[in-house]
């Protein structure tokens, strides 16, 4: 209970300052949710988005700033684990989530699908805040790296707030509410996270598919 009460605090927080921070705060807080701090995009875009779509900011600022942000905090990921190599993040990767399981699975992701995986992985909740780290550890070209990733960041900061702004316009009481926030925007987007996967699992699978055929020639 107290650790469900902590939480709802901390969301709070991370919910009011992206708030009332303008664009700086969009920017600083979905850098954050790009490294491992737990902070949840879910409570960030889609309250900007609702005052762009009031008149205090606009709806391309809040958007590009989230995509910067997002770009911003992934490139300190890649960085990280590009400096300090591949024995390091072995060692102490499981204090920031990526125990070596974990790791080599993202290595081979990224071996097999290169950019590709990085896109994707920029819409996926929960894999797009970790595809920095094994993204520096293969030594992916920086600027590839970095522009896949803002495009991935800023689709899907554009599709958290646009849906943000169309959801509390129905429903502004959830601006008091982050925790009914996150959870309302969670479920309506199921379905576009589900066709996203789809999508992506079926390029995958041509991907694979063609190159076994290759190999196979």
């Known amino acids: 209970m107290m650790f469900e009460t902590a939480l709802?605090?901390?969301?709070?927080t991370w919910f009011e300052w992206s708030r009332d921070a303008g664009?700086?705060?969009?920017?600083?807080?979905?850098?954050?949710?790009?490294?491992?701090?737990?902070?949840?995009?879910?409570?960030i875009m889609p309250p900007a988005g609702y005052w762009a779509s009031q008149g205090k900011m606009s709806m391309p600022g809040v958007?590009?700033?989230?995509?910067v942000g997002s770009t911003v905090g992934s490139s300190l990921c890649y960085w990280f684990t590009y400096t300090v190599g591949r024995a390091f993040v072995l060692r102490w990767g499981k204090y920031f989530l990526l125990p070596p399981g974990k790791l080599e699975l993202a290595e081979k992701w990224l071996a097999q699908f290169a950019l590709g995986g990085v896109f994707l992985?920029?819409?996926?909740?929960?894999?797009?805040?970790?595809?920095?780290?094994?993204?520096?550890?293969?030594?992916?070209?920086?600027?590839?790296?970095?522009?896949?990733?803002?495009?991935?960041?800023?689709?899907?900061?554009?599709?958290?707030?646009?849906?943000g702004a169309k959801t509390l316009g129905k429903r502004p009481d959830l601006l008091d509410d982050p925790s009914a926030l996150a959870?309302?925007?969670?479920?309506d987007l199921l379905?576009?996270?589900?066709?996203?996967?789809a999508l992506g699992a079926g390029w995958l699978f041509v991907k694979w598919y063609g190159n076994r055929k290759v190999s196979n020639v």
Do not use: Q
């Open 8 to 12: 709802h605090e901390a969301m709070r």
């Open 23 to 43: 664009y700086l705060g969009v920017f600083v807080m979905m850098g954050l949710e790009s490294t491992i701090v737990p902070v949840p995009s879910e409570i």
């Open 63 to 67: 958007i590009l700033a989230g995509g």
């Open 121 to 163: 992985a920029r819409l996926l909740p929960v894999v797009r805040h970790l595809i920095g780290f094994p993204a520096g550890l293969v030594r992916m070209p920086f600027w590839p790296f970095a522009v896949v990733t803002f495009v991935g960041s800023t689709l899907w900061c554009a599709v958290l707030a646009l849906f």
């Open 183 to 187: 959870s309302v925007i969670k479920h």
């Open 191 to 197: 379905w576009f996270v589900a066709g996203i996967v």
